[in-house]
């Protein structure tokens, strides 16, 4: 049960958004009464350990998230950070967004290598980026440039960008590969 509990922590931090339940338990390779019994678990673990986290629960949902206990120090961190330049891991995510947008956030973190959560909501919260519900997934979200990136960058649109039909030609074939017919 033990491991269980650290590998709905461990999805839950990596996911970064609510979860349903479905989807934890096949992710889990569980039964939907069993992924509830372990996020409960998980949930009054949290609690009795007084840590920084804690389960959110929202009908057929839970997210990991930090505890209001500690919003000021988190407000006080991201009130620095955004009168701060951007860092390199905000610089490399704002620019694949731009070139590579709209995408889910999986995609990214595919791309970088990383979890993004932190970094996309900082750029959120600085208006660089927007996101919106995925059309074809109603529980996940499309991040791309916002309105306000392409004015702070002085251009019309994004494909004033330098190399931008190049790059997006590339993302496109990464994103639907042609099966060539095996040569002869």
Known sequence: MEKLIAKLEALLFIYGEPMDYQKIAKTLKVEEAEARATAKTLAENLKAE????????????????????????????????LHES????????????????????????????????FTL????????????????????FLYTASIELVKHLGIGNLEELPDYEKFRGLIEKLRNPVNEPNEK
Do not use: H
């Not at 660089?128 to 996940?140: Q, T, Y």
């Open 50 to 81: 007084n840590r920084g986290l804690f389960l959110v629960e929202d009908k057929e949902k839970i997210q990991l998230t930090t505890k209001p206990d500690f919003a000021g120090l988190l407000e006080s961190v991201i009130k620095e950070e």
């Open 86 to 117: 951007l860092t390199p891991a905000a610089l490399e995510t704002l620019a694949i967004v731009t070139y590579a947008g709209p995408m889910p956030r999986a995609e990214l973190e595919y791309i970088r290598g990383v979890n993004s959560s």
């Open 121 to 140: 909501r900082n750029l959120l919260i600085r208006g660089l980026v927007e996101r919106s519900l995925d059309p074809k997934r109603g529980n996940a």
